[in-house]
């Protein structure tokens, strides 16, 4: 590891350990996203509660199935893993299908899960988990729709005392859409869960395609992770194989986009990313731009920032710490 890299690790140990609920639609990119964070439990950075999953990628079912394997790879079956919303608010469920196959995984062969699926709803575990905690302690990587997280402020608002803050991969602005010519998957998947989250008044870190596709997967990196001395490199490798090639030739971008594991990333190594603080809304009635973020960049509005969004990464000290946290696996 370069030592720019092991300089953000210095910081992230400096700090007091993060506490964080993964909120997740496995999802290839999840899958990387969830594993990266085991990884970096493992090399005690990390303290990973649970995993609460939502339709998103592909439906409930398959994204909870998802969530049990990928514990299971990391090693981690006494996982807690929740499943929450089947659908978005108002919107129709929109699915990912076409680029993460028909599991969610990219079709891989799954065996069956020894992580059980906690009885509880997401939603119920969070307000009970976040109305008990010591206050302003936990922080929710949002990298899936919002549904859940939007239920569980709306039912239950006192449950904002225990979280510290929030980190959504979600949303665009300079960068185009990528579901609609205006709008990102997620926030596009469920925009009236989005806009109740931006309005909630807790702190909020937001990754979106601007700075995602600047974490661009190649190649290079996919054999990086080939050719580790573990089960879960190679394993990742295949996985995001596929991924990748879906992703290059729509986007010809030299690579694939790695979104969800910035949110991880961001959560814990802050550094990495450039941040403007901006008010953000999320349009949830236009015919054409549903789903799309409206950022105030230059504070016309005179509205009170509500965002810390990212704008840059960087990429090489990320995909250093993503290596170390997947080689720290299994």
């Given at each position: 590891m370069t030592a720019h890299a092991q300089r953000y690790l210095e910081l992230s140990r400096n700090r007091r350990k993060p506490q964080l609920i993964i909120d997740t639609d496995p999802g290839q990119d999840d899958a990387a996203a969830i594993l990266m964070a085991l990884g970096l439990e493992k090399l005690d950075l990390v303290e990973v509660l649970a995993l609460t999953t939502v339709a998103g990628n592909v439906s409930l079912h398959n994204?909870?199935?998802?969530?049990?394997?990928?514990?299971?790879?990391?090693?981690?079956s006494d996982m807690a893993v929740y499943a929450g919303a089947e659908k978005p608010f108002i919107k129709s469920l929109v699915t990912a299908q076409h680029v993460h196959g028909h599991n969610g995984l990219g079709g891989m062969q799954l065996?069956?899960?020894?992580?059980?699926?906690?009885?509880?709803?997401?939603?119920?575990?969070?307000?009970?988990?976040?109305?008990?905690?010591?206050?302003?302690?936990?922080?929710?990587?949002?990298?899936?729709?919002?549904?859940?997280?939007?239920?569980?402020?709306?039912?239950?608002?006192e449950a904002a005392r225990g979280i510290k803050e929030i980190v959504i991969m979600g949303g665009s602005f300079f960068h185009p859409g990528n579901v609609t010519p205006m709008a990102e998957f997620n926030f596009y998947v469920d925009p009236h869960a989005a806009q109740i989250v931006l309005q909630a008044g807790v702190p909020l870190r937001i990754l979106p395609l601007d700075v995602t596709h600047q974490a661009l997967l190649t190649q290079a990196r996919i054999q990086d992770l080939a050719q580790m001395g573990n089960d879960n490199g190679p394993r990742l490798a295949t996985l995001l194989d596929h991924y990748e090639r879906h992703e290059q030739a729509s986007l010809h971008e030299g690579g694939a986009p790695l979104h969800d594991p910035c949110a991880i990333a961001c959560a814990i190594f802050p550094e990495l990313f450039e941040q403007k603080r901006v008010h953000v809304a999320v349009e949830t009635q236009g015919q054409l731009t549903m789903g799309a973020c409206v950022v105030d960049w230059w504070n016309k509005s005179k509205a009170v920032p509500n965002v810390n969004w990212a704008t840059a990464v960087d990429d090489v000290a990320f995909f250093e710490l993503f290596n170390a946290a997947i080689a720290a696996l299994p």
């Open positions: 994204t909870s199935k998802n969530a049990c394997v990928i514990a299971d790879w990391a090693g981690r065996h069956k899960a020894q992580t059980p699926l906690k009885v509880l709803h997401a939603v119920a575990y969070m307000v009970d988990m976040l109305t008990h905690v010591e206050p302003y302690s936990v922080t929710i990587c949002a990298v899936g729709p919002l549904t859940n997280i939007a239920q569980m402020l709306s039912l239950a608002p």
